[in-house]
């Protein structure tokens, strides 16, 4: 359980946010005509937003740090002030960004309040350290980015500088060390570095380009969990990425989720959306067809791609994109199969992360609110029934988790698992959500056994393996590009050491491609060294070099990735030893 | 070669269109205040569109039909008159169709003829047979259906009627058992029948919807054409369904294909549209690196999804959809790879159509025009010496194929094959196309083994199995929906006699699951004869039918699909003989 980690949390985001106060201080002494506008602490630091007269660089990061190091001696506490609207907007008068937020509170009724510290004062809401001139010592200036006030692309584009605080040397050293590992780890540099993927504007943001190498890798991600749900008693299918709006009307996408869908396009026969999900076209083939008691559960598996409409500035990588591939099933079910079901899932995804190796995770059940009804779906039973079930399941299992009140979704409870990223980075990564809404929305049913017509069907919605965007940006980074053998795209690699050797490598390769091994012969005319250096910075796992003495040879003499010594093998043996470790997913 | 049924068409054209006019004739006697409008000989047969002022059904064609056979008694000629425009506007007055046609030919330059056959004229360019009385005879009223006058949707729905006509009785039945089989054979019929697909209103028209059997058959093809490019060294890639408009307005698709677009979705970066072709994306990639004149050639291989933007009345079942998954591949080759890639293409082919059994086939290279320049590309030298190369390929495979002029596509000559279907119909399943625009268009370069960039590349499109939705029409008319063992989506049901039988069928069933073979238990509480009528109607291919004798029997009693006798064979022999058929594509 991480409850523990929640109360640390709040202390070191008041650091952080004192922090974030220092920082404004500093850039206003140094630049007295800055604008500064609001400075919080967030997941991993803090930033503060400025409209600076003159534009800055991350050159000058260190000076502001150094000035932030000298006003920090003086600080010795943060005094509150409450100020009436008059006299906040007089100190104001010529910050539109801080006058705009005093009208926004004061109409709100809130009260205001500034904070003194040193020379400096800022209108603030509060949550700071008591003795800053004794807590504030290990911070850092990290970066800076373009951010528009208040997150509204129609307003002036301010300059955010990030920062990080702890509350002691270490914390800060590791963190720091964590982000220089995050930077070698970083997936858009890995991904260009191996050829997995890249963008392109002709094509346009948030649209991953897949390149042959990130193609493979996909592919066998999705041919694994495609494997697992065979097992598991899902039935593929296979769906149009289009849809009329009445099918979205019809769910409830229309209109409240409209922002996040792509624009509509008009046909002769209607108006069309991008599918920004794929439960409703799975619920169509529910419904396609009248189901029996005996006929549930039904699992209905469909990697399918679905489209966002993110703002093109907030698009990162594989990590924010616009089109999604989502490992994504439905499970329709009575209640009394939910318990079983929800097991299954689980168990599904035990395997699949110990496949990749994953171990940094745990789960979190978010229930609903009874004080805040309005919020879900009106089955009180159906709430609290399936509460108890999600929360037996993961108990029997003696899983870690945690319980957030007034966290689900609208229409029913949710276990979702949290990973701890190599660099400290928390993401969910999975999800297994109950659904009571959509038998009611869709009017699904089946027939019980006593040949009733019966409403109750709920729906766990579920997907292991997050989208392949973000899963791929996730292992790229867990990997650091070095590939277990099943997934690297070349497996082996062969290398000619002159002309002679080409037509020999060639056999070789064939041979090796006879048994689905993926091998690629470098005949380049080039140095041996560099050849075997390129396969190296390429991390394929096994390379053999082919000269005459290795022609000759009973034996192949294959480098190993990662070790010194070479691996003397016949080639029948070594063909075998590949193919295992593909099977076992090593 | 299909040279000589050219002919025959001419005269079989000349025949079908006397027919409406015929039909016209009897539809004006029995109903004069019908507005007629045209009536042209098409593939099989002939159509003429009305405007009734009364609803017809497909009850009233029995009683037009006897109205024909009664009026071509009369019919000893077509007689051809020249009409000046106000003649033909006083006799068409009330005709608001006709009168069109009279200004639009008029204001061509057209000399307006009339054809006076019997009691009846028409107006009409000609092309009759010369004795209707003595040839016409062998004809027969098909189907009615809505048709917009000239294909306009803005435009009056009127109603078309079908019908065929032949020279002899037995031309004239044979065609109609072909259209019983065809009946039988309907890919909408069986693909509802056996569960394969359907289309949703609130999906909307031309998207397919693919249930778990049909999802089945759709992986098993798109595994096979992967297997086979893989072979033939073709690399997979994936890319996003959007591109933005800067995308299609280089490749050239923007402006002019615009309307089989679907619209443009505006953005806050651009404006974005679905693709209707994988090309440019694939162009893309290829741009993506430098490529080396040791890289070509590259074969960038996607079962990509384009749509397409076509009027929602005109959709058809599988036939014409909006969405469609191309077993697409582009070839990036040099001028001297051409000819031994197109022969791998064809090669490639060949293997594949065998597997289905596919052997009503012939190829049709189209080549540009030089006396229509204006319609093609201006590389003179590429043309001829592409076209050679094609014909070349053609020739030493001795492949049966005919040439035509002035129907390759703007950018290259190419290469169809033409199917004709179980029930008859002609169409292009595959297709090789070469490209010599593409360099140009999007700058597509080499570096040759002079070090010197090269621009020379030449592209080829290829599609051996058209697209999913195309194919999977085609193979359920092919195999009247008696799918081969390896695409059957159930291979072998297990049928218990009683509850007690339960258990063993399932510990069965899960040992043909873990060899991978497809099974079915079926322990509905129904007869046992029952049961197997059901699973003979879903043409499953294996069925095994347990009681208490095969609960104890060292063998199994194994139902073959389309024997009578009973096959005894061991499970291991028989899991063996399923897993077999499945590897030889059986």
Not at 5 to 16: G, N, V, Y
Not at 89 to 108: A, C, M, P, V
Request: hydrophobic share 35%.
């Amino acid at each position: 359980m991480s409850i523990s980690k929640k109360s640390d949390q709040t202390e070191l985001d008041a650091l952080r946010h004192s922090a974030a106060h220092l920082l404004a201080a500093a850039v206003l002494e140094l630049w007295p005509d800055t604008k500064n506008t609001i400075g919080p602490a967030i997941a991993n630091g803090f930033y503060y937003d400025f409209e600076f007269q003159h534009p800055i660089s991350e050159n000058d990061l260190p000076l502001i740090e150094n000035k932030m190091r000298e006003l920090i001696a003086t600080w010795d506490e943060f005094k509150r002030e409450e100020v009436d609207l008059k006299k906040a907007k007089e100190i104001y008068h010529d910050n539109q960004y801080k006058l705009e937020l005093i009208e926004q509170f004061s109409s709100e009724g809130k009260t205001l309040t500034l904070f003194h510290s040193g020379k400096f004062t800022d209108l603030c809401r509060g949550g700071h350290i008591s003795k800053p001139n004794k807590e504030l010592k290990y911070f850092k200036l990290l970066s800076l980015a373009g951010a528009y006030w208040r997150g509204n692309e129609k307003n002036t584009m301010l300059t955010r500088i990030y920062g990080t605080a702890f509350f002691s040397q270490k914390e800060l050293d590791e963190y720091l060390n964590k982000l220089e590992e995050a930077k070698k780890r970083d997936h858009r540099k890995i991904g260009q570095d191996q050829e997995l993927f890249f963008f392109d504007p002709l094509v346009g943001k948030g649209l991953p380009i897949w390149l042959p190498k990130g193609t493979i890798i996909k592919n066998e991600i999705e041919k694994l969990a495609i494997k697992f749900e065979n097992e598991y008693g899902y039935q593929r299918i296979s769906t149009p990425h289009l849809a009329k709006e009445e099918l979205y009307l019809t769910s409830g996408h229309l209109p409240y989720y409209q922002d996040s869908m792509y624009p509509a396009m008009v046909m002769d026969d209607g108006t069309y959306y991008l599918k920004a999900m794929n439960c409703p076209h799975h619920h169509i083939i529910f419904k396609s067809k009248p189901r029996s008691y005996r006929d549930l559960p039904i699992r209905l598996a469909e990697y399918g791609t679905v489209y966002r409409n993110e703002l093109s500035g907030t698009l990162a990588g594989l990590l924010r994109v616009r089109s999604l591939q989502m490992n994504d099933a439905h499970i329709y079910c009575r209640k009394d199969q939910i318990k079983d079901e929800v097991k299954k899932v689980i168990t599904l995804n035990l395997e699949l992360f110990k496949i990749f190796g994953l171990k940094n995770f745990w789960f979190r059940l978010s229930k609903w609110d009874p004080n805040h009804k309005e919020k879900y779906v009106d089955e009180p039973t159906n709430w609290e029934d399936c509460q108890n079930i999600l929360r037996e399941v993961l108990a029997e299992n003696k899983l870690d988790f945690i319980e957030v009140d007034d966290e689900a979704a609208f229409y029913g409870p949710k276990i979702d698992v949290q990973f701890e990223s190599v660099i400290g980075r928390e993401e969910t990564m999975s999800t297994i959500q109950l659904d009571f809404v959509a038998k009611t929305k869709f009017n699904l049913s089946y027939t019980d056994n006593q040949g009733k017509e019966n409403n109750e069907i709920f729906v766990i919605h579920r997907a292991p393996l997050s989208t392949h965007e973000r899963f791929m940006a996730f292992l790229i980074e867990h990997y650091a590009g070095t590939w277990p053998v099943w997934l690297s795209p070349i497996q082996v690699a062969i290398i000619s050491v002159g002309k002679e050797h080409h037509n020999f490598c060639q056999q070789l390769a064939e041979e090796f491609k006879k048994t689905n091994i993926r091998v690629e012969v470098d005949d380049a005319n080039e140095t041996v060294g560099n050849k075997i250096r390129k396969a190296s910075h390429n991390k394929i796992p096994y390379i053999l070099v082919i000269g005459d003495k290795e022609m000759k040879s009973e034996e192949l003499a294959v480098r190993v990735r990662g070790q010194e010594k070479l691996l003397k093998i016949r080639k029948k043996e070594f063909i075998d030893h590949v193919l295992k470790e593909v099977n076992d997913h090593q």
